[in-house]
């Protein structure tokens, strides 16, 4: 009885198992089935996703590219910015010193001031002029009365 127990239970087992078999066997199938349904629904949007993660790279690589010679550009600009600074400070330092008026005004105020020296110099010279006229004046008169005085003398000696 243990047999035909075990044989009835062996049979009711593979029975199942059978049946458990057909299901799984169909669950594969309508897996497979509707993988490959939605394989193919994907195929369009698998082949534009590849083609534009290509094309990403592409990007990538130009952007890459490009960066480098941003990162040149930006350094030749810091450059040339550094000199047009440089430049731009000559400039003011030049137009400072061009604009500066002191150097002008001590120039006019020596100019001045010689123009004064030259007007009381004139007039030193004009003074010691007339200083020499006058001396000259009163040595002719001078003169004169002596010569006058001595032919008193000589008319006064001839008469003793």
Same mark, same amino acid.
């Given at each position: ?15 199942q ?26 195929e ?5 996703y ?5 094309? &990403?790279?592409? *990007? ?6 490009? %960066?480098? =010679?941003? #990162? !040149? ?10 000199? &047009?600074?440089? *430049? ?6 030049? %137009?400072? =010193?061009? #604009? !500066? ?24 010279i ?24 001595e ?10």
């Open positions: 009885a243990v047999v035909s127990t075990q044989s009835t239970g062996l049979s009711a087992s593979k029975s198992l059978d049946q458990m078999h057909h299901e799984i066997t169909r669950t594969l199938e309508k897996i497979t089935s509707r993988e490959k349904y939605i394989n193919s629904q994907m369009g949007p698998i082949a534009e590849r083609r534009l993660k290509d094309r &990403l790279a592409e *990007i990538e690589e130009k952007y890459r590219s490009a %960066g480098s =010679t941003v #990162t !040149d550009q930006s350094r030749n600009l810091a450059q040339i910015t550094e000199e &047009l600074e440089g *430049i731009k400070a000559q400039m003011d330092e030049k %137009g400072t =010193t061009m #604009t !500066d008026s002191g150097p002008l005004v001590k120039i006019k105020q020596a100019i001045t001031k010689v123009k004064n020296e030259l007007v009381q110099m004139e007039l030193r004009g003074v010691l002029q007339h200083a020499v006229i006058t001396a000259k004046v009163n040595d002719k008169t001078a003169m004169t009365r002596d010569m006058h005085s032919d008193h003398f000589s008319d006064l000696k001839t008469s003793f």
